[in-house]
Every structure is written in structure tokens, then in C-alpha cells.
């Protein structure tokens, strides 16, 4: 079955440093997502990636995250400056076409700023 | 705003027994709702979805209804073993925008 892979599964890093996660979606899917769940809380939307550019981003992705397809198959997700409060799991997600099927999640990276 | 939102945080079943986990939706706009299953340290994982023109749908020992009259989706388990113990979470969209998702409800199977 197809599977949207994330690395590195943690990452610890200083904070102020930067920081870039990332994924491999599914290898036809044309939608790619982020979302970050901190721990004990609900899975929260980043930011929505269609056609080479944002589509929908939330309040959450601000100025210090940014993300890019550099190169057809990797999607990836950059902090700046990370802060304490960044540390969560960070997950990615496809789909292929709108609304035909429930996203496909990575397992996430899980992000720890000390 | 318009949330998603879970009735209760935690349930405990006996093995073999049948569960039940709710969700309450605000945003009547939404046409497609999902349940995810969550194991630890893993990503969310598609169980069943349903859209806003059904209110039941059933799948391999789970079953989801909607209630769009009062903003109620619910997943029933049937039989429910040790391994559907995780965290389940409702999500939902209106056509083209963002899965949003519920705070989440732990289910714990007891052998």
C-alpha cells in the first residue's frame, strides 16, 4: 500500500535554529499538507500545497515556516528561528483528488526545541 | 470560530464489547466527514468517512453515523479488540478546505 514516508523521524534542535522537515508523498497525489499535533492535543492544519504554491495556510504559519517541492517527489516544511513552543509532531499528508478519500498521513517527525 | 469537538476524552470498553465515540461538529457547511485512528508515536490513519448526503456507513466492524440535524457523528466498533485501543479523532471539511480535526477520545480495551 502506498505511504506518504517522513524523516527524520525526531529531530532536536536549538532553539533559534533552523529547522527542515520532510516527506515523500504519494507518488500520484497532487495535494500535500502539513499539520502539527502538540503532544495531548488535537491534530492542527499548517498549511495546504497545490500546483507548486500555498493554497491555504492557517494563523499557526507565520513568517518563520516556510515550505517547497524542490524536486517533484520531496515536500518539505522549514522552521527559521524555531522556538520552545514549536516542539510537536509535525505530519504530512496527500491525496490525490479532492474529497475522494480521507488524507494519507506519514507517521510524522517528531520536533523537540530545547 | 466553527470547531470540531469531542463529547468524551477517554473510554474504556471490554474486549469483545461494542464501542461507541462521539463527536459533535459546529459548522454546517461541512459535507464530508473522517475518523481517524491514532496509535502512539504513529500517524492518523483512515478508518471511515462519510459524506453529508448519507447518515450511516458501515465498513469491516466499524460503523459511522451522522446526524445532521443535530451536528452528531459518531463510530461504533463492534466486538472491540485490544489492538483498536488508540486515539480516534473526527475530522471534517467543507468542499475544498482543510481537514479539521477534534480534540481526540483514547479508547482502552480491557482484556
Known amino acids: 500500500e502506498p505511504e506518504v514516508t517522513q524523516t527524520p523521524s525526531h529531530q532536536v534542535t536549538q532553539m533559534g535554529q533552523e529547522v527542515i522537515l520532510r516527506c515523500v508523498p504519494i507518488?500520484?497525489?497532487?495535494?500535500f499538507y502539513w499539520y502539527r499535533q502538540i503532544l495531548g492535543q488535537k491534530v492542527e492544519f499548517l498549511v495546504s500545497?497545490?500546483?507548486?504554491?500555498?493554497?491555504?495556510k492557517s494563523e499557526i504559519f507565520d513568517d518563520q515556516f516556510s515550505v517547497e517541492r524542490p524536486d517533484g517527489s520531496n515536500f518539505t516544511l522549514k522552521i527559521r528561528s524555531t522556538k520552545l513552543e514549536d516542539s510537536a509532531m509535525y505530519f504530512c499528508?496527500?491525496?490525490?483528488?479532492?474529497?475522494?478519500?480521507?488524507?494519507?498521513f506519514g507517521s510524522g517527525t517528531r520536533l523537540t526545541v530545547v | 470560530g466553527e470547531s470540531v469537538g469531542l463529547h468524551l476524552p477517554t473510554l474504556s470498553v471490554q474486549e469483545g464489547d461494542n464501542s461507541i465515540i462521539n463527536c459533535a461538529y459546529s459548522?454546517?457547511?461541512?459535507?464530508?466527514f473522517i475518523w481517524y485512528k491514532q496509535e502512539s508515536g504513529k500517524g492518523p490513519q483512515f478508518i471511515i468517512d462519510?459524506?453529508?448526503?448519507?447518515d450511516k456507513r458501515q465498513g469491516q466492524r466499524v460503523t459511522v453515523l451522522l446526524n445532521k440535524t443535530v451536528k452528531h457523528l459518531s463510530l461504533q466498533i463492534a466486538a472491540t479488540q485490544p489492538g483498536d485501543s488508540a486515539v480516534y479523532f473526527c475530522?471534517?471539511?467543507?468542499?475544498?478546505?482543510?481537514?479539521?480535526f477534534g480534540k481526540g477520545t483514547r479508547l482502552s480495551v480491557i482484556a
Open positions: 499528508a496527500s491525496i490525490g483528488t479532492w474529497g475522494l478519500y480521507g488524507y494519507t
Open positions: 475530522a471534517e471539511n467543507s468542499g475544498n478546505t482543510p481537514l479539521v
Open positions: 500545497f497545490y500546483n507548486n504554491e500555498i493554497s491555504e
Open positions: 462519510i459524506r453529508s448526503n448519507m
Open positions: 507518488s500520484n497525489h497532487l495535494y
Open positions: 459548522n454546517s457547511a461541512s459535507d464530508y
